[in-house]
């Protein structure tokens, strides 16, 4: 009681301070500017998504309002129009409100740097802030933390420009994000930020020494700290984004802050809370777990039944066991509420059903024998009998027909149908959009071209629903979780954000690569690169297949690769024959008859013959792809009876001309193998019957007579071999 | 600010500035009482909240518009419903609401020159045929209504500033010396009823810290402050410690319409042991804690704060394996309560629905 009451006081004598000084600001950046919420935040803003039934940016207004802010600038980008009409409905822009809410909106925000530079441009804050997301559920009593700001700015002029709030909460606690999950080290007597570094799963952490040999004897390296996104910032702030425009979030700032240090001579500083609560909901892990949170009344005074977002209807009673019921619920015979259940107003829940850890929103009916463990339901849902939801999100209008069981980590996104008689595997995402609209979505984001979004809204409608994943009377679209990894720049898109990149390239992808590139070139690049080209060769050609791309295409992307990867022309001739003759086997596999490769690989020679034509040219380009030929047919030895045929074909398409092949028959023998290929019937026979015509249009005695002379010279060898 | 300062004032018609600014100070009063609390119930004493409320219920009377009577009482109706919903717990503010409410009917009554009338209900008969002043009978317009009721607000106001010294006026009817007193947390009645009591005997207290609030620890500062001799002890040793104590004098958050208490909890406890040993359990609540409330409203009658005290937020994974409540309040049968003393005498349990029918109007017991 005496720490409360002494901290009140001390609250009161801040708040006079402000009454006599200025009053206190905050920005609050109602976007996130990620897509981890994705195919729900398409229909809704985060920021207004209902956490315990209530939108999560009212409770980030309550809690800037109990610290005695009293204007506050919110920034919308998407759907900014959702956020504004919000707002205007609510208790915040009544004219008694003590927190005076400005909307500022734009599309241009891509980022926290571009709404703090926006701020510096419109020259809004004159005194520190309070700079939070619209996502942010807290109760602490951040006036010690502000005091401290305030004092250090007073003691050592504006040197330090921002103080993080955190909250201690050891490693393993249900609420720490992983995302968010950093190391800090700081001075333990002026808290002063020494190092700031996101952990992102890394088993082996870098702390620079020169931290630890300036400034006070005493350090303090902490990871039991919840970032809480509340941070205090001076003017400074907006201003050092300005400058630097190329911060994008605030861990772009404070590390930029850090590095600069000596420089700029600014500093950052940590307030560590133990008291109170404080998390973002930053994906829909931390959603699952500061919606239980809520109802476990951890944010008290912020819990459902008080109602403090003050609108008419929203009330609802407490009572053991944290069972929270709205007016007019009903709720059937046997049916049993847990523990944690947060029924919103109007609900009807059928017989013998049994609920915990869940969050119903309004309007919602339930049918019988249901079972929900975990599941956040908003308004409107639609549950038949028999239904098993475990972890599980369901957004407004979805609903759920009999026998559906959905598994962990499910999300069923606005007006959504799924089932019957369906179980959902672990981690299924289904939302009324088609996946692939959102890419072309993305890129009207940017262009903010209206025919194209009209073009990708006809393409899904042609697009049918999968009755095997969303059953028989199921409308939507599944979505993979793999869909867009390359959007995000840390993580994989990961609704419930458990899927964290093991490896610690987060920081700057361009340098990983540029580390690659390095070690490639250092070892040996001849035979990686030539392994390397060879595969893309065959990827090239495969495509090229697939998708009937032109010949002259295929030539310039390979003599693009052979850039890219340092090849001699004489390779790329060598390989790409190599690639071509062992496609039947890439394709269908060794086991192949010798009629079966023919039957396959002749119509592809047909095919490739242009791309063969451009890169043999001279006699020595035609001896080398005979040698190539020759090579390869000596490795499968079961199909050397198929050489004759690919030559013949390759002598018809004039591919290969047939001095070259005269030649290639004459010469090479260089060792036995080789030497019982060419005694093999049908090339010699092949070859004997091309000489003779040659014979006879060239009249060419000699040439002939050598020729036989020396094989049967080779034959006479092969026999004592 | 200065600019939205500025917007403010330019929002409201010069008229209808004065309302504008009542609502404004009831939306803030409302905000206080929603953030009010943080765990260890009111920050401010409910003496204090008794007070503000009826300092506001006076504001209301004197600046919103009204005609008669009738018109009046609904105002205020609507504005208490609107507080007692803020905090449901807090019974101080929806007894102050009443007590208005009951002023307002006794100045219209004498207005009407019928003061006999506004006795009490003496009889069963004459409750009976007593329904003549129903709301109708309101409408009637007084010049000096508002005057009057501003003036027996006041009166009360009055009444409310001294309610904590006229408890400890008692103190040594109560206790004597060498006695050794118990009490369990911490109650500014009791510390005043207790510190009074000092200047003149010499006892010893001994405190229950109360936890997870641990506010006993706050209360054996000041007493020892005072010079009592005092010693803290936890509360699983009340029952060790019961036999050796002459005299249990509680504080309470509510008593109600039964005799019950609505107090901190770990008083349950101290009443159930002070039983078994046959020691006395005083009460020291004013008058402005006797709420018409009764304990079976399962609703409004609990108040669970955040675990944090009970369970740092801090342990980590545990939380997420466990459930943790932390209640406020205890409720104390009336059958466990000796004496109540409140700013106007002493009482028996069994005498409280008598004090509730002289404070309250029965017609307002539902606002």
């Known amino acids: 009681m005496s720490s409360r009451g002494g901290k009140q006081k001390k609250g009161n004598v801040t708040s006079e301070q402000e009454e006599e000084e200025q009053p206190l600001q905050a920005v609050l950046v109602a976007d996130s500017f990620n897509r981890r919420f994705f195919p729900i935040s398409k229909d809704q803003p985060r920021a207004l998504l209902p956490l315990g039934n209530v939108a999560m940016i009212d409770y980030t207004l309550e809690f800037l309002t109990s610290t005695g802010v009293q204007e506050t600038f919110v920034f919308c980008c998407w759907m900014s129009n959702k956020i504004k009409d919000h707002l205007l409905k609510s208790k915040w822009c009544r004219p008694t409100s003590p927190n005076v809410v400005h909307i500022i909106t734009s599309d241009l925000y891509r980022s926290l740097g571009d709404v703090l530079r926006d701020v510096d441009a419109k020259n809004l804050v004159r005194n520190d802030f309070i700079l939070v997301y619209g996502d942010v559920v807290s109760n602490i009593d951040v006036s010690q933390a502000l005091q401290e700001h305030r004092h250090r700015r007073k003691v050592d002029k504006n040197i330090s420009v921002m103080t993080m709030v955190f909250k201690e909460s050891s490693p393993g606690h249900k609420t720490r994000c992983e995302e968010d999950d950093v190391i800090v080290a700081m001075d333990s007597k002026s808290k002063r930020v020494l190092h700031y570094q996101k952990t992102q799963g890394l088993k082996k952490l870098q702390f620079p020494m020169n931290i630890f040999q300036h400034g006070s004897d005493e350090f303090e390296i902490r990871h039991d700290l919840l970032d809480c996104h509340i941070s205090i910032c001076s003017p400074q702030v907006a201003e050092l984004f300005t400058d630097n425009f190329d911060y994008q979030t605030r861990n772009d700032f ?3 802050i850090l590095v600069n240090e000596e420089i700029l001579g600014n500093q950052i500083h940590l307030y560590v809370t133990q008291d109170g609560y404080g998390a973002r909901v930053s994906n829909l892990q931390m959603y699952d777990s500061v919606s239980l949170d809520m109802v476990r009344r951890w944010v008290y005074p912020l819990t459902p039944e008080a109602n403090f977002t003050d609108q008419q209807g929203q009330g609802c009673t407490h009572s053991r066991h944290n069972v929270y019921r709205g007016a007019e619920v009903s709720l059937g015979h046997g049916s049993q509420m847990e523990e944690n259940v947060l029924i919103g107003r109007d609900t009807s829940i059928g017989a013998n059903c049994h609920i915990s850890n869940s969050v119903i929103g309004n309007n919602c009916t339930i049918g019988d024998n249901v079972v929900l463990d975990r599941a956040h339901m908003w308004n409107n849902v639609h549950v038949s009998s028999n239904v098993e939801i475990h972890q599980s999100v369901v957004c407004d209008g979805a609903v759920v027909k009999e026998a559906v069981r959905l598994n962990k980590q499910c999300v069923l996104a606005y007006n959504v149908v799924i089932g019957p008689n369906l179980s959902l595997p672990e981690g299924t ?12 979505d993305d890129d009207d984001e940017f262009l903010s071209d209206d025919q194209e979004v009209g073009h990708s809204k006809d393409k899904t409608r042609q697009k049918a629903f999968n009755p095997a994943e969303v059953g028989p009377e199921g409308k939507g679209y599944i979505w993979k979780a793999s869909m867009n990894d390359t959007e995000d720049e840390e993580l994989a898109q990961c609704l419930w954000g458990l899927v964290l990149n093991p490896d610690p390239e987060s920081d700057s992808e361009s340098e990983a690569s540029e580390e690659s590139q390095d070690r490639s070139r250092s070892v040996s690049p001849e035979i990686d690169d030539v392994n390397a080209f060879q595969l893309e060769v065959l990827g090239t050609l495969q495509r090229g297949l697939e998708e009937n791309i032109v010949c002259d295409n295929l030539v310039l992307e390979i003599n693009s690769l052979k850039y890219a990867y340092n090849i001699t022309l004489k390779e790329v001739m060598q390989i790409l024959t190599r690639v071509v003759l062992e496609y039947p086997f890439q394709q269908q596999g060794t086991q192949l008859t010798t009629l079966q490769y023919t039957g396959s690989l002749l119509p592809l020679l047909k095919t490739w013959s242009p791309v063969f034509k451009n890169y043999i040219k001279r006699a020595q380009d035609h001896l080398d792809c005979l040698s190539a030929v020759e090579e390869l047919f000596l490795e499968q030895d079961t199909h050397q009876t198929a050489m004759v045929k690919v030559l013949m074909k390759m002598y018809q398409l004039e591919i290969l001309e047939e001095e070259a092949i005269l030649k290639w028959f004459s010469t090479g023998a260089t060792n036995d193998k080789s030497r019982q290929l060419r005694k093999n019937q049908g090339v010699r026979r092949r070859v004997r019957r091309m000489s003779l015509r040659r014979k006879e249009s060239a009249e060419d005695e000699s040439s002939e007579e050598g020729e036989c002379g020396r094989r049967g010279i080779k034959t006479e060898d092969l026999r004592t071999v | 600010m200065g600019s939205a300062i500025e917007a403010k004032t330019h929002k409201n018609m010069p008229g209808a500035d004065k309302e504008a600014d009542l609502t404004e100070r009831i939306e803030a009063f409302l905000a206080d009482l929603k953030r009010g609390g943080c765990g260890t119930g009111p920050i401010r004493g409910s003496g204090e909240t008794a007070r503000e409320t009826t300092a506001l219920l006076r504001k209301v009377t004197a600046q919103a518009r009204w005609s008669s009577a009738g018109d009046l009482m609904e105002i205020i109706r609507k504005e208490g419903r609107r507080m007692t919903a803020a905090q449901p717990s807090e019974t101080t503010v929806g007894n102050m609401v009443l007590r208005v409410l009951k002023i307002i009917r006794e100045e219209y009554a004498r207005s009407r020159g019928s003061s006999e009338e506004t006795d009490q209900q003496e009889s069963l008969h004459k409750l009976l045929t007593s329904g003549g002043l129903s709301e109708e009978n309101f409408r009637q317009h007084f010049v000096h209504l508002k005057a009057n009721v501003i003036e027996a607000i006041n009166e009360l106001l009055t009444e409310l500033e001294g309610t904590t010294d006229n408890i400890a006026m008692q103190a040594l009817e109560h206790i004597h010396s060498n006695e050794v007193i118990m009490t369990v947390g911490r109650s500014r009645t009791v510390e005043a009823f207790l510190k009074d009591a ?66 901190v909890n770990g008083t349950h406890t101290v ?38 005290e009970v369970l740092p937020f801090t342990e980590g994974e545990i939380l997420s394996k466990v459930n943790v409540h932390c209640p406020v309040f205890d409720y104390v049968p009336p059958e466990l309560i000796t004496l109540f003393i409140s700013n106007i005498g002493g009482n028996a349990p069994s005498y409280i629905y008598r004090l509730m029918s002289e404070l309250y109007h029965p017609e307002d017991h539902d606002l």
């Open chain 2, 271 to 308: 009443a159930l042991a002070a039983r078994h040993h046959s020691t006395p359990l005083i009460v020291c609540a004013p008058m402005f804690k006797l709420s018409p409330q009764f304990p079976n409203e399962e609703d409004t009658f609990h108040k669970f704060v955040s675990p944090h």
């Open chain 1, 254 to 256: 404070v590390r930029g």
């Open chain 1, 429 to 440: 995402v289904v939302s009324m959009h088609h996946p692939e609209e959102e890419e072309e």
């Open chain 2, 198 to 263: 000092a200047r003149k005997r010499k006892f010893h207290v001994i405190v229950a810290e109360c936890a997870p609030f641990c506010q006993g620890h706050e209360m054996a500062t000041n007493l020892s402050k005072a010079s009592i001799e005092t010693t803290v002890i936890a509360d699983a040793a009340i029952f060790a410690v019961m036999s050796r104590v002459n005299k249990v004098i509680i504080g309470t958050q509510t008593v109600l319409a039964n005799g019950g208490l609505r107090a």
